[in-house]
């Protein structure tokens, strides 16, 4: 519906499947993950208009931000950003709860080509580099940013942000096939049942509308919050 899937099926990994490597979990959580986003972004696309020549340019900047932050993961410290991370997503929590009519209707903002392209490649470029270095809230970074910086409703922000978070999966990805580092035996089992939810998750969005992904947009980020806090703490 929202994203956040992770904040159940990663520390179920680390759980239930405590012999695998660190880069096994990851990369075997990730590739499960894509298939099941991509299901999802499929099923929004049969029923949500995207504006793929208005995409396009996210897109695009999403990819190569993406792979510059998985090239980086190994030079910096991710812990370091933690206490930043947590802030912002605090201040999106906030807003969202405050704003209550925020993306519950389509707004046409009337921006001009210069500032589309400027939010567009802005939120692909910056979102899409903090996928591929940290990750955790993601979709949930992209669609808020659909619907402050573009007028989008939920519904249509998170078909958005769907289709973007299947392109900043592609690099990681890559990386993870070409180490060899994903466990096949595992990945395509739970894969499978990911699409399942996927699908049944945004068949759910679609009847119920924006109000009612709104409410679980705001679950997801506090869900986020607190989890990011008490690892970091």
């Given at each position: 519906?929202?994203?956040?899937?992770?904040?159940?099926?990663l520390?179920?990994?680390?759980?239930?499947?405590?012999?695998?490597?660190?880069?096994?979990?990851?990369?075997?959580?990730?590739?499960?993950?894509?298939?099941?986003?991509?299901?999802?972004?499929?099923?929004?696309?049969?029923?949500?208009?995207?504006?793929?020549?208005?995409l396009?340019?996210?897109?695009?900047?999403?990819?190569?931000?993406?792979?510059?932050?998985?090239l980086?993961?190994?030079?910096?410290?991710?812990?370091?950003?933690?206490?930043?991370?947590?802030?912002?997503?605090?201040?999106?929590?906030?807003?969202t709860?405050?704003?209550?009519?925020?993306?519950?209707?389509?707004?046409?903002?009337?921006?001009?080509?210069?500032?589309y392209?400027?939010?567009?490649?802005g939120?692909?470029?910056?979102?899409?580099?903090?996928?591929?270095?940290?990750?955790?809230?993601?979709g949930?970074?992209?669609?808020?940013?659909f619907?402050?910086?573009?007028?989008?409703?939920?519904?249509?922000?998170?078909?958005?942000?769907?289709?973007?978070n299947?392109?900043?999966?592609?690099?990681?990805?890559?990386?993870?096939?070409v180490?060899?580092?994903?466990?096949?035996?595992?990945?395509?089992?739970?894969?499978?049942?990911?699409?399942?939810?996927?699908?049944?998750?945004?068949h759910?969005?679609?009847?119920?509308?924006?109000?009612?992904?709104?409410?679980?947009?705001?679950?997801?980020?506090?869900?986020?919050?607190?989890?990011?806090?008490?690892e970091?703490?």
């Amino acid at each position: 519906m929202v994203g956040g899937g992770g904040l159940i099926q990663l520390p179920a990994f680390f759980l239930l499947m405590p012999q695998l490597s660190l880069v096994q979990t990851f990369a075997t959580n990730k590739t499960a993950s894509f298939f099941g986003t991509t299901v999802s972004a499929a099923r929004y696309m049969k029923r949500v208009k995207i504006d793929w020549k208005h995409l396009s340019p996210a897109i695009a900047a999403a990819l190569i931000g993406s792979f510059s932050g998985a090239l980086l993961v190994s030079f910096l410290h991710k812990e370091q950003f933690m206490p930043f991370i947590i802030a912002v997503l605090t201040l999106v929590l906030l807003y969202t709860i405050f704003k209550k009519e925020l993306g519950l209707h389509h707004i046409d903002k009337s921006l001009s080509k210069k500032q589309y392209y400027l939010y567009a490649i802005g939120t692909g470029g910056i979102i899409g580099f903090y996928d591929g270095f940290i990750g955790p809230g993601t979709g949930s970074f992209l669609i808020f940013s659909f619907v402050v910086l573009f007028g989008y409703n939920f519904l249509n922000a998170s078909a958005n942000a769907k289709i973007i978070n299947c392109v900043t999966n592609i690099a990681a990805l890559s990386f993870f096939l070409v180490k060899g580092n994903i466990i096949w035996s595992i990945a395509i089992p739970v894969a499978a049942t990911n699409m399942l939810g996927n699908y049944i998750g945004a068949h759910i969005a679609l009847k119920k509308g924006s109000a009612f992904i709104r409410v679980f947009f705001i679950l997801v980020v506090l869900a986020l919050i607190i989890k990011l806090s008490y690892e970091y703490l």
